[in-house]
Each structure stands twice: as structure tokens, then as C-alpha cells.
């Protein structure tokens, strides 16, 4: 792996109008590089934009910031993380949907359906169709119409997703009498997602306790992330994707037909605890797993929430959450170092991204 | 441009279930790479896997594969196309879709709708959220549900999409009566598409002459495509992503809601032959636009169907198409070679990928 | 007509658990009629249930009702209503919806998708299909999914429709914090609409005036509406149904597809001070007309809203509007006096009866 | 109950263009009665147009017919079902459908959302709405975006809605191939069945056998169907639409989400021959129940299809049956024989009524 030693601390964003803007240049900062001098002065990694040891990232891009940590990627970041790709190998970690799919109850069910048909055209004498005298070769086409939730399959939670206290509010203080609406969040919705080009580690903490999947409600503790990082042999940089293998996956199959056996294991994922290690401690710019929610279900001690480290990431911190992540093959493959890129739905509402398909390229 | 000389014809692929499986490991031939010694005897560019020149793709890849011309993704021409983000710029090609985005008269519409939001599971004592008293916070979230088309905003086409003759028939000679479905076609849908990771070049075409964008119905000859190439200085080399700029796309602003001049420059684009040249003489992997449908409308001549350049691209040549990709920023930034990638919804049944975000790295 | 003198106003009204209960019997108050002394104080016609001349309905029902002025329904204005039926004749009012009916553009689009179909169940070995060993008779279904509007073609809109204040309360003071929802209000929804069997009058303006169709922006005043009425011969009795026809209805044909002709009529209707007179001087129990929206567009005057008649049926007087009723078969009739029969769907949530097919019998 | 002799074999119909005409007019034959003379040769009941006894009714009403034993409404029949209903009670028969009800396994998944609430018009500064200098009062609306399928709650099967045989045609001959589509078959849709006005009769085989709903799978013969006739003192005259009354209906509650409970009861129903007898031998114009499908499943015997009865109702007989209506109120208070009034959703390519209220009058 090839040291990043880049320091670029004083770069200014300026994201002004980067959602609706028909220039959609996602290059931050072009200037040339800081001076690498003071990087000596961070031992465990280089550093990154925006965090801090100790206190991760929070509320700190300006009041109008959709973005968060996200906010953390420069040309230099990305430009590292791509070096990785050195084999080509591209590992898709996307999980197939379909109407069958396993999906958390609270969401809205999903269909696709044939829109227009060879058959249905030819039948209908389609006016939408070209006219026979036109078409001798009769080409017609197919079309679908979905029905369908932003939170299915593999995702990407945006930052509007949770919402906290009696206000309503979500990351940077949005609030929903402000910048809520009858079709979908009006701040922190999916296109405000920039794609994602960064380092990503994979802590398989299935693989290094030899199970095939956690039990359902494991609590993944920080000592367990350490642990296996160990074992991989593998250190986390401050500005890394971290994904954290449960092995629930690995029953998805074809499209996630089988409920009852994800839903004995979906349960398990890293505490808050843990969570608040790879953000505060390490630097993790965005986490994920391989179950629906990542948090373990219940939260352990009493939290005055359900879904306390859901709130810490997308609230407080502005760290955005992937939810099932197929990490089956980085798994087999023992692939725990890789590119991570991800870019997600462009869709004016949507909460979140869906059926996804994030890669990891080594 | 750093020169790739590998061939890779003699490897097999082993797609076999590709589909359904949790692995999904994209990493297709993994031996030692084919001597280098023939690679001379290609003057113009390095050798790709399955390419003709003067015949194209095709039907070639067994008689089960849904792949098409993608096929000749390896690791080495990933590994390749990455070596071209050293810069770590990202440009994002997708357009915002709104319930307001222009679109082809013939998809179905869309409506983003709130389907769960903090005033709405508080009003409802939702069954489904926290209770109170585990609930101090008072955390809740949104959600939405969407209603669209698989056929809106930045798309790519599946191999599915397009059926020609009495036997509605597609890529590789699945047809209708066996794989057909109420709910999306059952080979070729947005699924079968592989992540890609490939060189791209921007074909300026609007830019080389000198307009804001091409008056609707323009031809883009082969001739344009070349006094273009050019002009840019560039020159395509076989497995590319091939995007064809006409200027459409600079007026899609925030969401394509001004849909009376994206219709007024919509129907500019290649033609059948501009297209055979870079598929059959070029080795256009995939090639792609800033319109609805990437093809001039209506095409030159009499052919015996509306759409001879879909039928050509996805039926004959099993060639996947970019359409409405934004862009406007590689256009701004005079960026005309790249390394292209990019991820459909992992969706069965959807015959396109839809409200995608490839990306330009560069 | 049969002269009903039977006054009911004493009567207590049990409507506890109407909507959920499986025991769905409207016939409220079974009791003895009231004496029928008092009657003849009033002049102009019948008494009806809780209305009064010159103030109309209004929230005199009790604080948890949802049904308005319908609760002035009794198995004895019923019966008189029945009695009109002799000939047998049905008009059904209903207007036919499909993806390309006009409706008005703040509401959303709708599809009627082929969910299954014989074809598809037998491609895709439809595992909810029966197996062919027990289906030698190839007996298949078709069904259909549908993405709609609540608001489309013939409609009665509920008394949650339109809210007023800045707290958004609708009839009886429902309001928006206390009763609002992710899924449609949660009162005064279309579940809480009784079956509507009464005495109906069409007033045919358009008729009574010599045109097809009023012109678009047609104010029908109170003169215009007794005009008319003198001009049929025919007195409206407190508790009717009372239709305007302004022939608008005459332009849907198949299925509301000439939007253009249609727009130029659908804005001629009653305005506030016509409404006002046929539900307190005249007794309405419900109004309706042949127009996406019943009341004139604008409103005369400067109104403080843009609905002032909506507002004043359906918040203040707890009166339901009949929308876009075909009047056509019962103007060419002159069929002016019959029973009117209408039920909504049953659908919770809901916010006005859709699609519906109101019954004229005489 | 006063005897109908009336014969109107004679009359000719005109359904020409009935479906799409803006003349809704259902009144077929205006002429004046047939002589009653020849009315006492038949014994056990009046005569009804198009039926007859032993063989029911059938593809009897020309080539083009989608309506088929419904063509038996006369406005004589229909004056004489009027007449049932002395006293105005309404019975509403109507199942409250929402998100939780119960349904076949089959169709597609529904949800209602609210698409337009004040606060989210106000949070939006909708553009559809009125400014807020025309609207001081802040007057707003309710509106809801419905995805649902046209096979729940209480419903009527089309005459589309079953398909047999290797053509997969349907009642009259239609075929899938001439007539199917990919938006609804295209003969006999909800649209097609005109507003259902006869005498109705409720078979309450629950009650007669004592139990608060039938097990589940319970065959009802024709001697139940005899016996329970018998107990109630009722006769069917042909021309009747006959209700079977289970009892599951009593489980379906506020909207049918006690999933279990339903369907253990849900499988009861009459079986194809207690189907005939009623339809051949006693002239059921319609047949219905309380259940998700009328008849008994598994069906007795090995017949070549899982639902012989539904074949043979809608595809060889061109009856309708209805499902899912609530028979609680009617059997509760005896009301055996009553005006039954049932319209259906008017939505093109629907191939059920669904969610709606058919009522019972007396």
C-alpha cells in the first residue's frame, strides 16, 4: 500500500449549488498540494480533511452543508484510493432485489412490473408505437414500471434519514418544519450523496470468529473490531470506507427469498461503542456491514432511542451508513484492503440509496 | 495514455451464475496474462477480448450469456482504465431525476412520495416505530416510496430492452414467449449488467462546432465523429466507453423540468452508420450521449423500423447504451479521455438501468 | 312526487365505530317516526335531519363525527328516494378513467398495470400458479396493479379534502397535528362516507342556456340556477343531491383523453353565493356538477383563498361535492328528478371516492 | 314479495359503444312489457331474459358481448328489485381495505400515501398551490397517491378476469392474443359491467348451521344451499343474485389484518355443483360470498383446473360473482331478501371491482 501523505486542511469547498447545477464536477479543491511537511506529525495515517482525533467530524462544513463527512474526499484522497486497483479485480457488492426480497417491515413493499411489451404493443396497436408501415421489422421494446422503497437492498442511508428531538431535525439542523415535504426530505436527499472513491477496509468478524454468520443480536464490540483487524493483518486510515462482515449476507441468494434465516441473523452488528471507535479513534468516513440496519438490534444498555448509533452517524456526525453490503466475496477472496467506489440513485427525495451496487476494486 | 498490449482471447469465462449468486465477484480470468508477442499486429490499439475489427461483437459468447460486448471487461483493461484516475478528479454524469424530468412520451411517470416521516409516525402512533417510553429522544426517520420508470434520467440500456421480428426476439435470441414475464423480461435485465470499469472518451461533437447544443434532429456522421476526434486530439481505442456530446444535456438543470427545450435539441445523435464505424471499426465496448435516446430521430433513410441504432446496438451487437449522461462538466474542463464507471440498480426484471451516476475519473 | 312530511330531528344518531366495525347497517334510527304535527310549518318542503333554513349544516353533529350532512339520511328519506325509482331506468354517472384522462394537475399520475396475465404466469412458472399436473385446463387469471390518484374522474370528495387556518383543520376541527398522516388522513376518510341514497335534481344550465357547454370561467349565479330550475318545472325539497350540469362532461368521450377541450370548459361552475343558497335556502345535503372541481375558477371577488366554495362545503358546512358527474344521459332524458345512488371505496386513508359510478334511477 | 311475470325474451339490445360513449344510459328496452300470458307456463319463478332453465345462461348474447348474464337486467327487474326497498335500510357490504388487509397471496401488495397534506404544500411553497397572497385564509388539501391491486376487499370479477384453454380466451371467445395488453385485458374490464339493480337473496349457511363461520375447506353443497333456503322460508327467483354467507367475514374487523383468523375460514365455499344448481336449475343472475374467492378450495374431485368454478362463472356462464362482501349486518338482521345495488370502479383495463360497497336495501 502506498503511503498518502497529503495534508489539505485548508482547502475551501465550494459546494454551492453542486445539486441542481447541470456542471456536476465533483472535484474539490485543485489547487496544488499543501505541503507535506507537518504529515509526519500524525502517526497512525495521514491525515484528512476535516476530522479530528478524538471528536470524528460533526457539524463543521458550514450551515448549509448537505454533505458531512463526505465532505473529507479530495482529488488527492481519491486519487490514493484508486492506486489500489492495481489487479483490475472488481468485486460487486451489490445484493439483487425483487418483490421476494427480505426487507425491514417498516418499509413499503416493492414491484416491477412490464410496462410495455412486444406483446402488449403489438396487441394494443400502441399509439405510442411506431406505425406498422414503419416497422417491418417489427422492433418493439420493453419497459418497467417499480414500485418501490428507497430502502431496499443495498443501500446507502443519507443524511436526512434519521431525524432526532422534538424538532425533527437531522444532520447540520435541518428541521422538518423547514425542509420536510410531502415528497421526500428537502435537504439531504439521495443526490446530495457525492460518489464515493476512497480506501475501504473490510473487518470480517465472522471470518475471524469461524463462523459462517453471527448469531442473531451478536454485539460487535470494539475489542472484536481490533481483533480482527489484528488477525487480518490490516490497519484503518483516518478517511477509510469500513465495512464490517457479519455474514448474514451470504443468505441473500438469489434476491433474499429466504426471510427467516436473514432475519435470525440480521440482528447482529457493532455497538455504539464500536462505532464511535471507528469514527472518533480511526477516522472512518463513512461505515457499513452486511445486515439491514448495521447497528445490533437491541442496543445495548438503555438509550433514550432504538437506534442510537444510527443517530450518533447520520445526526451527530454526518457520517453516512451502507446497509447490505454483499461482502461475500471480499471474504472468500481475503480482500480486506480495495477501492471503494459507490455512487447512488440520483432521485430528488429519496432518503436513501437502493438496490445498490458499490464495488471494491483492488 | 499509458499503451496496453495484452491480449486476453484465450480466456474462458465462467459466468454460470452469475445472477443469483452471493458471490458476485466480477473478476473474470485470473491466469497469467497471454504473451504480448502478437500485440504488433494490431497498428491501431491494443487487442480486446471478443472484438472483430470489421464485424463488431455479437452473438459470440455462448448461447446462455446476457452480457454482451461487456464481456471484454478483464482485469487487465480495468486495471488499465483505473491507471487513468491519477489525477483523482470525478465527474459525475448523472442527471437529477424529479417527478418533473423531461422524458420519452412512452415510460410510465414518477412521483417520489414520503412514505414515513417524523410528524407522520408521531400523528399515526405508528405501530411500527419505537415506543414512547424506549423513545426519549424522540428519533424517527423518513422514508419514501417511489413510483418510476426503469427508462428516466441517466440510463443504460439493458440488453433486454430492445426485441426485433415476429418472434420478438433480443440479444442473443432470447425471446418473448420464453422469457418473457409480467414483471420484466427474465434474461438480460438490469442485473445481467456488469459493473464497468473502462476507458472513456468524450466526442465533443457540440463543442467542435462551436454551438451550445446541436438543433434537434441533427445527424452525427461518421465524419463529425471524426473531424471531432480530431479535432480533441484523441483517438478511440477498441473496448472504450464511447460518449457522443450534443449540448442536450446543458439544459436539464436542476431536474429536466424545462421540457420544451430539451425536446427542441433531444433528437440530435449518431446514425446507424456513424455507429457501425465506432462499434465495428473502433471497438466501441458501449457507447452513449446527452439525449433521451442517444440515436438521431428519425433516422436517415427508410429503415424498417423507428429505432435501427437500438436494434443494431442492443439486438445485433449486444452493445449497451448510455443515455442523457451529463456531460457538461468533462465538456467544461476539456476532459475527453477517462476512466468510465459505472453500476446499474441491481433490480430484477428492469430492462435499464435508471437515474444512474457513472463517473469520469480522471 | 310524493310529498315526505316526516320530520326526524330528534333522532340520536349511534355512528360509534362505524367505520371499523363489521357490522356496517346505515339504517340509523329505527324508531317510530316522530309525529308528524309540526310539519306543516314549513312551507317549502319536507324537514329534513339537522338542517335549518338559512344557516344550512354545519358541526352540529357532535365532536367525533366525520359524516356531515349526510347524517340527514333516514330510512325514511330513503324510502321516499326509492320510491322514485319506478320505471327501472339507471343513468350511471360514472365517467371512465385511464392513464390518459384529464384530471387536474396538482394530483398524481396514474397506470393500470397487467400484474398477471396468462401469458406470464405460464413463462415465468408463476409459482402462485397452480402446478400444470392440476391444471390440464390451462386455467390462468389476469389481475392488475394500479398506481392512482384519489382525485381522478368521478369523484365525491370527504370532508378531509381541504383544511383551512393555520392549523389545517378540516370539518368538525379535525386537525392536521392531531389527525394528519403518512397515509392519508385519519378522519373524514372515504371509508367514512355512507352509502348516499336520496332524492337527486339536476339543474341543466347548459341545457337551460342553449350551448353545449357553458364557456370556461362561467360564473352560475343563484339566478341562473332558478332560472333553470323554473325553466325544468321542478323544486328542489331540503336533503336533495343537487347536480349542475355545465356540459363539460360532454368532452370526455372514451376516457377524458382530449384534455384541451375539456380544459376549456371545466372552469365554469356555481360560485360561493349560488352554493350558499342551495344549501341554506334550498336544504342541498350534497352538490355536484360536471367539472373536475364543481365550483367556479377564479372565485369572484377577492376571496382570501382560491377555494372559497370548497371551503365553505366541506370545512364549514360539512357538505360532500360530487366532481366530474356524466349528466349527459340524464340531460338528453330530461330526466331531472330521480334517486341518486352513490358509494365510495372503501379505502382507508383515502381522501375523496374516485373512479366512482353514481346512480341516477328514476 | 310481489311476483314478476314479466317476459322480455324479445328484446333486442343495443350495447354498441356502450363503454366509452359520454351517454352512459343502462336502461335496455324501453318498450312496453311483453303480454304476461304466456308467463304461467313456467312454474317456479318469473321468467328473466336470456336465461334458461337447465342450462343457465352462456355465449348467448352476440359476438362482440362483454356483459354477459347482466344483459338479464331490464328496467322491469330492476323497478321490481326498487321495490324491495320499503323501508330504507341500507346495508353497506362493503370490507374496509387498507395497507393490513388480508388478501390473496397473488396479487400485488397496496399502500395509501398521502401525495399532497397542508403541511407538506406549505413546507414545499408548492407550485401548484394558490400564492400565498390569494390565500390568507391558508386553505390546503388533502390528497392521496394510491398503489393497490384491482383484486382486493370487496370485489367483482370481471368477465376477464379467468382465462382457459391453450388460447387462453376468456368469456365470449375473447383472446389473450387479440385482446390482452399490457395495461389490462381490453374486453370485459371493469368498465364493461353495467350497475348491478336485482332482487337479492342471502343463502346464511352459517347461521342455519349454528356457527359463527364455517371451518376452513368446508364443501357447501347443493342440499346446504336447499336446506339453509328452506330454514330462511326464502325462494330464489331467477334473475337473483344470490350471497353465501360463510361467516369469515365477521373476522375481517376494522380492515382486515388478523391475517390467520381469515384464513382459516377462508377456504369454505359452495362447490361447483351447488354452483350450477343454483345457476342452472334457479337462474342466479350473479353469485357471491364472504370470501376471498366464493368456492370451496381445494376444490372436490380431480378436476382439470384449481378453480373449476370460477371457469366455469365467468368463462363459460358469464356470470359475475362477487367476493368478499359483508353479510354480518344482513345476517344479523335476517334480512334474507333485498335490493341488491353494486357498481364497480369505472377504470379501464381493471379486471375486478375492488374496494367496493354493494348494498343491500330493504
Excluded at 473529507?72 to 486519487?79: F, H, I, V
Excluded at 414500471?145 to 431525524?163: E, K, P, R, Y
Excluded at 472484536?224 to 490497519?235: F, I, N, P, S
Amino acid at each position: 500500500m502506498s503511503r498518502r501523505t497529503t495534508i489539505r486542511t485548508l482547502l475551501i469547498l465550494s459546494l454551492s449549488g453542486f445539486l441542481g447545477g447541470a456542471a456536476s464536477f465533483w472535484t474539490m479543491g485543485r489547487g496544488s498540494p499543501v505541503a507535506a511537511a507537518s504529515a509526519g506529525a500524525i502517526q497512525d495515517g495521514p491525515a484528512v480533511k476535516g476530522w479530528q482525533k478524538g471528536k470524528g467530524w460533526g457539524w463543521i462544513w458550514g450551515k448549509d452543508d448537505e454533505v458531512g463527512a463526505l465532505n473529507g474526499l479530495t482529488d488527492q484522497s481519491r486519487a490514493a484510493a484508486l492506486k489500489l486497483g492495481t489487479r483490475g479485480e472488481v468485486f460487486d457488492l451489490g445484493l439483487t432485489y425483487s418483490r421476494r426480497s427480505y426487507k425491514w417491515p417498516g418499509h413499503s413493499p416493492g414491484e416491477i412490473i412490464t410496462f410495455r411489451s412486444p406483446d402488449g404493443i403489438r396487441r394494443m396497436q400502441d399509439p405510442d408505437a411506431p406505425p406498422p408501415e414503419k416497422n417491418g421489422d417489427q422492433v418493439f421494446w420493453h419497459s418497467a414500471a417499480l414500485f418501490i422503497s428507497d430502502n431496499v437492498a443495498t443501500q446507502i442511508d443519507g443524511l436526512a434519514h434519521i431525524t432526532a428531538g422534538a424538532d425533527d431535525h437531522w444532520y447540520n439542523g435541518f428541521k422538518e418544519s423547514d425542509w420536510g415535504g410531502d415528497w421526500g426530505p428537502r435537504k439531504c436527499d439521495a443526490p446530495s450523496i457525492p460518489p464515493i472513491v476512497a480506501r475501504g477496509v473490510l473487518i470480517d468478524v465472522a471470518a475471524f470468529k469461524k463462523v459462517d454468520a453471527l448469531p442473531g443480536h451478536t454485539v460487535i464490540t470494539t475489542q472484536d473490531l481490533q481483533d480482527t483487524l489484528a488477525w487480518e493483518g490490516v490497519a484503518i486510515q483516518p478517511g477509510d470506507v469500513v465495512l464490517v462482515r457479519t455474514g448474514t449476507g451470504r443468505f441473500w441468494g438469489e434476491d433474499g427469498a429466504d426471510h427467516k434465516t436473514i432475519a435470525d441473523h440480521d440482528s447482529a452488528g457493532p455497538d455504539l461503542a464500536a462505532t464511535r471507535w471507528l469514527v472518533e479513534d480511526q477516522g472512518a468516513l463513512m461505515v457499513g456491514s452486511d445486515t439491514s440496519g448495521y447497528e445490533v438490534n437491541p442496543p445495548p444498555g438503555n438509550p433514550a432511542t432504538g437506534f442510537p448509533t444510527h443517530r450518533y452517524l447520520l445526526v451527530d456526525q454526518g457520517v453516512h451508513i451502507g446497509e447490505f453490503h454483499n461482502l461475500e466475496g471480499l471474504s472468500t477472496a481475503r480482500a480486506y484492503v480495495f477501492c471503494y467506489v459507490a455512487t447512488v440513485n440520483k432521485i430528488k427525495g429519496a432518503a436513501a440509496g437502493f438496490a445498490l451496487r458499490p464495488l471494491a476494486i483492488r
